[in-house]
Nanobody, 124 residues
Framework: QVQLVESGGGWVQAGGSLRLSCAASGRTFSSYAMGWFRQAPGKEREFVAAISGSGSNTYYADSVKGRFTISRDNAKNTVYLQMNSLKPEDTAVYYC?????????????????WGQGTQVTVSS
């Protein structure tokens, strides 16, 4: 069982930056790949980025590649999403997700564990 708690969302102007954090419970954090997803009003939840348990592999949606960076600190049981050059279309609730298998995300699926989400609003 993994419990996830996101933080760091907020309001920012276009072109600005935010860093999201996701704190995980449990002693086996490094055995889980982690993903970030987002959901805008009226839209389906979509994949943003993923990182393997060791942190050596990362994967991004095309829409955020070059602007967002996912990282993790296994000593702190935390995964981060650094978001730069934000655009109004990045406005969404951002969710943290966990799965034992990194390829779950690469193959277009998602894990069973979710956080409660954190709102990111980018104004033009």
């Amino acid at each position: 069982q993994v419990q996830l708690v996101e933080s760091g969302g907020g309001w920012v102007q276009a072109g600005g930056s935010l860093r999201l954090s996701c704190a995980a419970s449990g002693r086996t954090f490094s055995s889980y790949a982690m993903g970030w997803f987002r959901q805008a009003p009226g839209k389906e939840r979509e994949f943003v980025a993923a990182i393997s348990g060791s942190g050596s592999n990362t994967y991004y949606a095309d829409s955020v590649k070059g602007r967002f960076t996912i990282s993790r600190d296994n000593a702190k049981n935390t995964v981060y999403l650094q978001m730069n050059s934000l655009k109004p279309e990045d406005t969404a609730v951002y969710y943290c997700n966990a799965d034992p298998v990194y390829w779950t995300y690469v193959l277009g699926s998602r894990g069973n564990y979710w956080g409660q989400g954190t709102q990111v609003t980018v104004s033009s």
